[in-house]
């Protein structure tokens, strides 16, 4: 069995598309994530035995971090020469791997949880196999309209 570390990622470039979302690696080759996001509030729960990235964009929304989970097929030198982070997690383990954004082992899923607000960017999560692949985006949920007092009792 191979064994996988942990790796920090480096800032790569994003690009926002209508029809997708581009990201360029280190190495200057670019992945496109096909389609729009679906929004999804609060925590994301992927399907079992998918391939999970989590991208995290800055204010600008022209630069972010990309982290794979539990990913053990990529070999770490491919990782550094790409700039793609790795984080791997034992069954039942969570680790903050961006400040707001929380991502957990479920075993055979992984579970996401974002703060948008506290990571200061849109946090967009990945999940795909040799058959498909979807995108969303974790947003907060709604501000709930502050009480008036004018309400009738």
Do not use: C, W
Not at 59 to 88: F, K, S, W
Request: net charge negative; proline share 7%.
């Amino acid at each position: 069995m191979s064994t996988r570390s942990d790796v920090s990622p480096d800032t790569l470039g994003v690009e926002l598309r209508e029809e997708g979302i581009v990201v360029t690696y280190a190495d200057d080759r670019q992945a496109f994530y096909h389609g729009v996001p679906t929004k999804i509030e609060g925590t994301l729960t992927t399907a079992p035995m998918k391939q999970v990235h989590v991208l995290v964009t800055d204010p600008t929304e022209t630069e972010g971090v990309m982290i794979y989970v539990n990913d053990l097929n990529t070999h770490d030198d491919i990782l550094d020469a790409t700039g793609v982070g790795r984080v791997v997690l034992d069954s039942g383990e969570e680790t903050s791997i961006f400040p707001g954004v929380t991502v957990r082992d479920t075993d055979p899923r992984v579970e996401i949880e974002a703060d948008p607000e506290t990571a200061r960017g849109r946090v967009f999560v990945f999940e795909e196999d040799e058959i498909a692949e979807r995108s969303y985006e974790l947003v907060a949920p709604p501000e709930e309209p502050a009480a008036t007092g004018d309400e009738a009792g």
